[in-house]
């Protein structure tokens, strides 16, 4: 099994959840996030007095699956995530050694179908 862990721009979560969902996805998690990259936060100018978002606003995914169902998810996430511009997040994948169902106590990739 794998943690897949995304960090999306977060305008982008509905493309995302559909192009996830049809490739068969059953779950996931988001999380409200902030940060920064390359890009490096961005000026605002409201009211007209200039300051500097230093952490921009994101949508981190975790989506726990197996081994097998890893390269689809990924190309999923990375398709429907793109615009093209800086700042379209990146993808992280961790191995994870076992899981638990709390309800059922099945353990292993039945506890994550």
Avoid: N
Avoid at 36 to 46: N, S, T
Avoid at 57 to 74: F, Q, Y
């Amino acid at each position: 099994m794998v943690k897949i862990e995304a960090v999306i721009k977060p305008h982008k979560l509905d493309a995302v959840k559909e192009a996830l969902v049809k490739v068969g996805v059953s779950g996931m998690t988001v999380s409200e996030v902030r940060g920064f990259g390359k890009q490096k936060g961005h000026e605002d100018i409201p009211g007209g007095e200039t300051f500097t978002i230093e952490f921009l606003p994101k949508l981190k995914l975790e989506i726990v699956c197996s081994d097998g169902e890893r390269d689809k998810i990924l190309e999923a996430i990375s398709r429907a995530a793109k615009t093209g511009k800086i700042g379209d997040g990146k993808i992280f994948v961790s191995p994870v050694t076992d899981a638990v169902r709390i309800r059922t106590s099945e353990k292993g990739d039945a506890a994550v179908q």
